[in-house]
């Protein structure tokens, strides 16, 4: 049996600088025990401490096979035992005041101050935690900072490494051996990882939005590369000088498809999952929506709550009322606190209007709810309408990527109010012209009845500067609509996993267009929940180019490979449709 390591891509890391300002205030290397007393600022921007708290630093735990890695650990100073909530990433135990996420939080519109800065970046914030009676472990994982050995990039090395420190955080004197997980993002996806290795004393989850699946959600999103956002996020990770990073986007030109044993590492294995969970979405995260969504319909864990917002992640993670609610989650199964938790519907969905009438936490019986059906609206190529009947004949709509608009767009009018909540899809038959591929952006839009399109920050800032980041990008902080992408070569879907409502596609094969040759693809869009009132419109937009834009506004979007005519065919024997989840009665 070959070692996986030996077929993962490794780099060189970076130098570490140790300066106590790169990487955050407390990250100089200092083993030791101290106590940060009420009042304590690590820094003059960040909230002061309301209690005192323990710290360790930089804590030493050996791995299961030998390897050394070292964590940071804020408790309350009290004799009593307490449990511990984790939050395990790549990006450095002390980021939480390194420079370059400071920036983020003023960039969004979140004041430094809401948080201590003692918290990892995207993790839980140790000032309010622990004066709650919980421990908070930051651990440097695998190959960050000082931790010994080389680091990997998301799948079962994490799950397994942050199986030995969950042990070993439960055997602590004062730990009463409960441990759970919280974070967003990359300390979300993680724990999806590690909860699939069973570790005993994991008590409870809680991930705010993340992928589920390296390739499918990260890498490959359609069988579409996106390089530069996945470097972005290996030059977060903050490397040890002597030792080696995985380099995924040269695993994605060598290994291109899924069923590498690289890729297939980097899929959660759902049906292990058993523990409890709080799971945290969203209708608009590009890079996190599909992978939150999956989580929920796959995991094997019987006691699971879904809360689908109308924010970003980081607003919605540090609000201080949702950080009650994960408190009363965390104190019914790691306190044992009768609080009435369990009474808490299994799902908390949200539905946009995208004019300022978004309504939150809305109880459903399940994610889509059981009063949704699925209807089917076709295209017609003469009136560029999405009809309720598919129509006779085929007329075919065709476009080209080097001239004119490069896209074809199609509408309905509402004439009452409709509710969408669930899983839209694409059903498309296309032709390439001149070319043996194609490449497919496809978005749904809310247009008011004048026809405008409507749009929805997610983040608090509102200025001119977020206008410029997000008018041809910055899908995480501007909603603008479900959308989706395929590349028609890898169009194949996998029958097992595959349901009317959700195309997968099994991104284990390429099959190149004959010439003249018409195909039938599917294209998942992102989960929705979304109203449209009498007068407004729906307007599905069929590009050869990225009309989304960048994930992030200081990423580079991908540009299509996309060359000659394009055609889509709309009727007859070609019946092409956008199917929406619709709220009955």
Request: a negative charge; hydrophobic letters at 35%; glycine letters at 8%.
């Amino acid at each position: 049996m070959t070692d996986l390591n030996q077929l993962k891509v490794y780099r060189p890391s970076l130098d570490y600088i140790d300066d106590g300002k790169e990487h955050g205030v407390l990250s100089k290397f200092e083993p030791g025990t101290r106590i940060l007393p009420k009042g304590y600022q690590v820094s003059d921007k960040f909230k002061p401490l309301d209690c005192d708290i323990v710290f360790e630093k930089d804590v030493p735990i050996k791995l299961r096979d030998g390897v050394t890695i070292y964590a940071d650990v804020f408790r309350p100073n009290t004799n009593e035992k307490v449990p511990v909530i984790m939050a395990w990433s790549p990006y450095g135990k002390s980021a939480g005041t390194a420079p370059r996420y400071e920036n983020i939080f003023g960039i969004i519109g979140l004041k430094n101050n809401i948080v201590s800065g003692l918290e990892k970046f995207e993790g839980p914030d140790p000032a309010y935690w622990c004066q709650q009676g919980y421990a908070i472990c930051n651990p440097d994982e695998r190959g960050i900072a000082h931790s010994e050995g080389d680091a990997s990039m998301i799948g079962t090395q994490e799950g397994r490494d942050s199986y030995d420190v969950i042990e070993w955080l439960a055997a602590q004197s004062w730990c009463t051996g409960k441990v759970a997980m919280s974070g967003t993002s990359y300390l979300a996806f993680s724990q999806w990882f590690i909860a699939a290795e069973q570790p005993p004393h994991l008590a409870a989850i809680n991930p705010t939005e993340g992928l589920s699946d390296g390739y499918r959600d990260m890498a490959m999103r359609g069988g579409i590369p996106d390089e530069d956002f996945v470097r972005r996020i290996q030059a977060n990770h903050v490397n040890v000088d002597d030792n080696q990073h995985e380099d995924v986007t040269a695993e994605m030109k060598k290994y291109p498809l899924i069923n590498h044993p690289v890729w297939q590492d980097k899929i959660v294995k759902f049906d292990q999952i058993q523990v409890p969970t709080y799971l945290v979405a969203s209708y608009g995260n590009t890079l996190h929506t599909n992978g939150t969504f999956r989580a929920w319909r796959q995991m094997g864990s019987k006691q699971k709550w879904l809360r689908i917002h109308n924010s970003q992640e980081w607003p919605d993670y540090y609000d201080a009322m949702n950080t009650e609610d994960r408190k009363r989650f965390f104190d019914y199964f790691l306190k044992d606190v009768q609080n009435g938790w369990e009474e808490t519907p299994k799902v908390r969905y949200a539905m946009l209007d995208m004019a300022g009438g978004d309504e939150t936490n809305i109880a459903g019986d399940e994610f889509p709810p059981s009063y949704v059906d699925y209807q089917k609206f076709h295209l017609d190529g003469v009136t560029r309408e999405l009809r309720d009947q598919v129509t006779k004949k085929d007329v075919s709509v065709t476009y080209t990527p080097e001239m004119g608009p490069g896209k074809a767009s199609f509408i309905k009018q509402f004439s009452q109010r409709t509710e969408m909540i669930g899983y839209p899809k694409v059903h498309l038959n296309v032709q390439a012209k001149d070319a043996d591929d194609m490449e497919l952006f496809v978005v749904m839009q809310k247009l008011d009845q004048y026809g405008n399109q409507l749009s929805e920050f997610v983040v608090p800032n509102h200025g001119a500067m977020m206008h410029d980041f997000t008018d041809n990008g910055g899908t995480v902080m501007k909603y603008k609509g479900p959308d989706g992408r395929l590349r028609v070569s890898v169009r194949h879907l996998d029958e097992a996993q595959s349901t009317d409502a959700i195309p997968v596609h099994s991104f284990d094969r390429v099959e190149k267009l004959s010439p003249n040759e018409v195909v039938p693809v599917d294209i998942v869009l992102m989960p929705m929940g979304m109203v449209f009132n009498p007068g407004e419109q729906l307007r599905l937009v069929i590009s050869a180019k990225n009309e989304a834009g960048s994930i992030v506004p200081w990423s580079v979007a991908y540009e299509s490979k996309n060359k000659g005519r394009q055609v889509i065919h709309c009727g007859g024997e070609y019946d092409s449709y956008l199917q929406v989840p619709v709220k009955l009665g």
